[in-house]
């Protein structure tokens, strides 16, 4: 199993990115997937979350609005797309992905694997 993660960068405060979460030797469609990070120094903040059938997302308070979760199932492809970006949502983004039966809503006891992060930093 395999979670890569890419598309973070440098970008100035007010602007975008787009992240990606490559999965290999598992079905995206069949598994919550969520995305984490974690700020320099500090520790993992949960940001947004999908259910399988991708009807239900969930976001932090600190991201809602300005990011959206979304999967590419035939890609078999996780992607945040982040707006109006801010110097505090620079971090580490991580990729994870759970069975829907370890989670009630926004909250899951386990994660079953987990990518090795990009960087994004936001700065002028």
């Known amino acids: 199993v395999q979670l890569v993660e890419s598309g973070g960068g440098l970008v100035q405060p007010g602007g975008s990115l787009r992240l990606s979460c490559a999965a290999s030797?598992?079905?995206?469609?069949?598994?919550?997937m969520t995305w984490v990070r974690q700020a320099p120094g500090k520790g993992l903040e949960w940001v947004s979350s999908?259910?399988?059938?991708?009807?239900?997302?969930y976001y932090s308070a600190s991201v809602k609005g300005r990011f959206t979760i979304a999967k590419d199932t035939a890609k078999n492809i996780l992607y945040l797309q982040m707006n109006s970006l801010k110097p505090e949502d620079t971090a580490d983004y991580y990729c994870?992905?759970?069975?829907?039966?370890?989670?009630?809503?926004?909250?899951?006891?386990?994660?079953?694997?987990w990518g090795q992060g990009t960087r994004v930093t936001v700065s002028s």
């Open positions: 030797e598992f079905p995206i469609r069949a598994y919550y």
């Open positions: 999908i259910y399988r059938g991708g009807s239900s997302t």
């Open positions: 994870a992905y759970t069975g829907e039966e370890y989670c009630t809503g926004p909250y899951c006891s386990e994660y079953s694997s």
